[in-house]
């Protein structure tokens, strides 16, 4: 079957991103959480119910799974769903081997719909949807050919151009970092974009990157985020789930030790900002590159609620379709700064600028 590739035009859920923004709560597991219900009980005869099952970053990863929950939630809240059979729900997955056995473990708890999170999870959903055809599925950030599964892409090349722009013009030593998690096309479009973006503005930038192969090993991010910030790098954009949490902690106890050490943040896929906090008044978050997934699983979860459920297509979102962006600064980022980010921005969306989703090397 040949799938279709088209973006989205996301006005219609704009609504739902009021309430999208709480991204930095630690989320609890107890089995009998109604978590953003406005009622005890779901109405069984009108509910569709939502679920979701986590890569091994963890939904509290301060990053794309917490996001992806989010989103869940706001589509229970939105219809007065609460946590559990029949309303909404998510499974954590300890190791890869967990994939499949969560997605069925929903499968059978009769859930309508169910996201797996990532792309390290695309043989387990496409291998689970061959079993449960009457079943509808959505995969975020890989493909699978199946009627039943909708196909979520974004691109985070574009969002990190942005993000190359801002190091770029805000580094104070011409010497930026890039700190993958698992080397996968994903992560690839963001380095990609993020070397796009600085070089464009100085081509002789030095920029290091480095993968750590893991999501979910703080302890990398911290030893990686050392080693580049002892080498001169003052800003680091990371996109490495909870992996990255360690590179504000590195960032975070530079800055504590000393207040005048110019060392910054760039957060991926939620607004990071909080995670940069030193102390109340300084914070090592330059920006973030948000990546909209919460918003895309409102969005696909009323259509397949609505009975539209796009299964069998690929829908990609990016800087046109307000799929990716940067975060608020908070004052970081200098107006003249982020007036060469805006130009850059415009550039991209209307199709002026096309960002690569591979380093050439």
Known sequence: MKKRKFGLVLSSVLAASAILGACGAKEEKPAKENENASSGENNSEEAFSVAMVTDVGGVDDKSFNQSAWEGVKAYGKEHGLSRGEGGFEYLQSKTDADYETNLNNLIRRNFDLVFGIGFMMADAVEAVAADNP??????????????????????????????????????????????????????????????????????????????????????????????MYSSGVDIIFHAAGATGNGVFSEAKERKAK?????????????????????????????????????????????????????????????????????????????????????EYKGKIASGEIVVPEKVEK
């Open 258 to 342: 000393d207040p005048n050490a110019n060392v910054w943040v760039i957060g991926v896929d939620a607004d990071q900002y909080d995670e940069g906090k030193v102390d109340d008044k300084t914070n090592v978050t330059l920006t973030s590159m948000l990546k909209g997934v919460n918003t895309a699983v409102v969005d696909i979860s009323n259509k397949a609620k609505n009975g539209k459920f796009p299964g069998g297509q690929t829908l990609t979102y990016g800087l046109a379709e307000d799929g990716v962006k940067l975060a608020d600064s908070r004052g970081a980022i200098p107006e003249d700064v982020q007036a060469v980010i805006d």
């Open 134 to 227: 009457d079943n509808h599925f959505a995969l975020i950030d890989a493909e699978v050919e199946a009627d039943n599964v909708v196909n979520v892409m974004f691109k985070e090349q574009e969002g990190a151009f942005l993000a190359g722009v801002a190091a770029a013009k805000m580094t104070k030593t011409g010497k930026i970092g890039f700190v993958g998690g698992v080397d996968i096309p994903v992560i690839n479009r963001f380095e990609a974009g993020f070397i796009a973006g600085a070089k464009a503005i100085n081509p002789d930038i030095e920029i290091q990157d480095k993968y750590t192969a893991a999501f979910d090993k703080a302890d990398l991010g911290k030893i990686t985020a050392n080693s």
